[in-house]
């Protein structure tokens, strides 16, 4: 039982929360936080408000206070923050634990007909606010994990049809008898669903090629108030702008994912691995540039600046670049030694030994950082993760007005310097994704109101730079103004009137990517 | 001055239609055809209808009868007989000639006040009825050719902002002397647009990994009725639904795309190919689904069907397997090696001598083929060809069963059997995109209601089997039918709402992908 382990205020699981000393003795390498962490308060003890739902006892429905307290907010620094003061203000009234499609749309009729908000809800480990509500009306969120079956599979053609609410660990667990593996492998991989990666197009294992999961779709069903939309599963089509498009990326808005036809892969048989240091971050990304043009496609090629490379042990401080190759079928040593050699002619230094472990090593620390995210909350530390993308002709210069200006920021906020670290999580052809993190110290009660401010100011330069307000994090609430700057307004108009069409009672996720937050 | 030699009634330049002798050479070998060709009429002969627009004389527009002729439609079979048969009751009442984004704007609005339809014109190589009009209103045919120049080269990101009017030769001309090249290279390539290739979501030169035009596009500008649409350039993001993957597909009904960024490849410095000879088209399947599933991306990989190979001169009667790689870095010759063995273990026979020679030759019949269909519909025959795409599972019985009834429609319409030849044009790890070529004795005069008997025929198959109705030749107006079955019922409703909102005069393309035909 997953869902009995989760934590209802914090990232994950309960039992891999930092402990109270870890939690103190990671704050003490930023002068001027508390020396104790702030105590993780008890759902009973906090005052919820009173459902204002009162739904046909036919529907799976209820108010269960600490499922209500689990479902108020996603995993955000914010959300952390809020729900660790006790803030339950904008809890659901009603959480709904559909087992069926069918639930699903009794929900949606219902919901529609009482004018009451669905918030769907996979895993619930949105970063940008998107799934929570912050309007007036009575809210629902329908947690879809319920829906977790792998209900097909064609071995033939590589692809599975999978229930949107099945999460990372449950649909691999059910694909490995077949030797067949979806490898989506975000790091929210084992609380996030399959039908919340399409919502949000989330960003995989695969640092180039298949990045986002809309690469691996086949066809999609998805329940709108209108109607179930199915498309058809066809490996590739020219008819028309693709359906399953609209809904890629939609969030929740213009419908509930129900299903989806995944293109799959054989399990690897073969994995290499290594890492290579630069002297600077301008020889390194020429490097990576290069590789990201070779045509070679790695399957990991993760650049860390020097502040992500000391924080993670990966270097005493030079960038460092970890290159991964994996297939089921051809040799992977000559492709490692393809891209080292690029590397090398960029001025890269391939380190002895790093050979077949950096990936893994990379990879265990990866799945910590959220832990360790909430442990420094509790020390009052301000924390951000932001992520995006742009052309080559213009990385260097995100990366050094991003580290100047965030960091400018930090200091007017918080009086003190933090950190403003950066790696590469992705990269293509014609550009980078840059993801950046932000560490800093915060005064205990102003935490949000800081994060805001720092927040504010990152998606100020983004905008300005014209780089993405989000790469695969997704825009939810926390993402509005800088998607609402982005997004060319005719293709507003466009959404707009296709969510009026496909939602006219407004029932799906309202504040989302069109409409008042 | 490409326009001069333009044919204005069948595919390409007038300088390499088939000449008479030749078109009777190939007729003679389908029993029960005419001795000579039908005559080319001359345009001067031909009565025009009146043209029904006055625009104002600030409009770069034309009434001239050579270019209305010359846009009364696309280079479907259909459209070919019936210019062949002095049918241009259909013509535009005037031809518009933008020079700039700002002709297409202002155009734009004069339509949507004096209530006449715009059909955006690329290179008009539509074979899908996508550049006709089939109402009563007064139409304007909005030819881009105009807007074709390279206005920005990004040699960093390996991009191009070009203008979407551009043919195929004359943006390559200008990215040739950066050492960069768009490698798209549809069989239209010489007499089809950027734009148009956007437009109709283009397949192109890829026979796997990036076989659309879609995945080349970091950004487009589009002139919608209500505005322009611009998004940003980005390498990859996930902020929201993607506004390009609505306007890729959009033939013409929500925008015209006037500029975009597009993805550029270094020009490929080796390049090597093979063919690989199969018993049968189970065993050829098998190959080519393998190779499809290896992570290799070969840059060709089509598969001639017995009929296929025999008519190209490939073989005299087995499956053969077009292989080809290139690249600008690594070495080529181990990779085709990989992707022969792998051909090797399901059956296939590598050609002696074939290598290095095999993609050349099928290329120059490849662009051949449709001067070749406008000899044969000059000798009534009846030519039809249409592609799809379907999972591997049912690519076997997809191709029996498409053979078996598109057969026997042919017997049923022409009294004869025909030609039921069929390729693989592009494959993917779940499925491959097959490629139908049909080739029946007509009857003078019948030639277009056979036509359509035979397409009604393939369309009814490939929606029963669940088929796209279109790979990379669109919907158009031919199309819809089938595209009307396979598209899901929520996103018709989406995307009539988009339309309604974008073009609320109802000004572009009337008739393709929404609306009544």
Redesign the interface.
């Known amino acids: 039982m997953i869902a009995a382990e989760r934590s209802w205020w914090g990232w994950g699981t309960t039992d891999r929360a930092l402990p109270d000393d870890e939690c103190a003795a990671l704050a003490a390498m930023i002068p001027g936080l508390p020396d104790r962490p702030r105590p993780v308060p008890r759902v009973a003890d906090l005052e919820l408000p009173a459902p204002r739902v009162g739904p046909p006892s036919t529907l799976p429905l209820t108010t269960d206070p600490a499922d209500r307290a689990a479902h108020t907010y996603g995993k955000a620094y914010r959300d952390v923050v809020r729900a660790l003061s006790g803030d339950l203000r904008g809890a659901p009234d009603a959480v709904a634990h559909p087992a069926t499609e069918d639930d699903v749309v009794r929900l949606l009729d219902w919901a529609a007909s009482a004018g009451t908000v669905v918030v769907p809800f996979g895993g619930g480990s949105s970063v940008v606010g998107g799934v929570e509500y912050r309007g007036d009306r009575p809210w629902v969120s329908m947690d879809l994990t319920g829906l977790d079956r792998v209900l097909e599979i ?1 071995p ?4 599975a049809r999978i229930q949107g609410g099945a999460l990372g660990p449950v649909l691999e667990a059910q694909l490995r008898p077949h030797g067949l593996t979806l490898r989506h492998f975000p790091q929210s991989f084992e609380f996030s669903t399959l039908g919340g990666w399409l919502a ?4 995989g294992h695969y640092a180039t ?1 298949h ?2 999961i809309d690469d691996l779709v ?1 066809s999609m069903r ?1 329940v ?1 108030p ?18 399953d ?7 929740g808005t ?2 509930v994912i129900t299903e989806a036809w995944m ?1 799959l892969q ?1 399990r690897p048989r073969s994995k290499a691995s290594a890492s290579v240091t630069f002297a600077d971050m301008t020889a390194a990304t020429a490097a990576v ?1 290069a590789i990201a ?5 790695p399957a990991n090629c993760r650049l860390l600046d020097p502040g992500e490379a000391a924080m993670s042990g990966a270097s005493a401080g030079s960038p460092v670049l970890v290159l991964g190759v994996e ?4 040799p992977v040593e ?1 492709r490692l030694a ?1 891209l080292t050699a ?1 590397a090398q002619d960029a001025g890269g230094t391939v380190e002895e030994g790093s050979r077949g472990s950096a990936a893994d090593t990379w990879r265990s620390a990866f799945l910590r950082m959220p832990y360790v995210r909430d442990g420094m909350a509790r020390m009052s530390a301000v924390v951000e993760t932001f992520e995006t ?5 213009r990385a260097e210069e995100l990366y050094a007005t991003v580290r100047a200006e965030v960091g400018a920021a930090v200091r007017e906020v918080t009086g003190a310097d933090g950190l403003v670290n950066c790696r590469f999580t ?1 990269v ?6 840059p993801y950046f993190t932000v560490i800093a110290a915060g005064r205990p009660g102003s935490e949000v109101a800081m994060w805001d401010e720092v927040k504010t100011a990152s998606t100020e330069v983004l905008g300005r730079l ?10 939810g609430r926390d ?1 509005r103004p ?2 609402d700057r ?6 507003a ?6 969510k ?3 939602d006219p009672a407004e029932v799906l996720n309202p504040g989302v ?1 069109v409409g008042p937050v």
């Open positions: 064609d033939v053609s590589r692809a949000t197009r989330a960003g090629l990045t986002h086949e998805v709108t209108i109607g179930v939309s199915e498309s058809w599963r066809l490996p590739g089509s020219g008819a028309g702008p693709s359906p498009r609209l809904f890629l990326g939609s969030e213009l419908g293109r054989d540039r043009q070779s045509g070679l496609h297939s089921a079928v051809h000559s393809e690029l993308a742009c052309t080559w002709d992705h293509y052809p014609d550009g980078p994704a014209r780089a993405t307000i989000t790469h695969h994090h997704a825009v993402h800088g998607y982005q997004r060319p307004e005719p293709f108009v466009a959404l707009r009137a296709a009026a069409a496909l990517l």
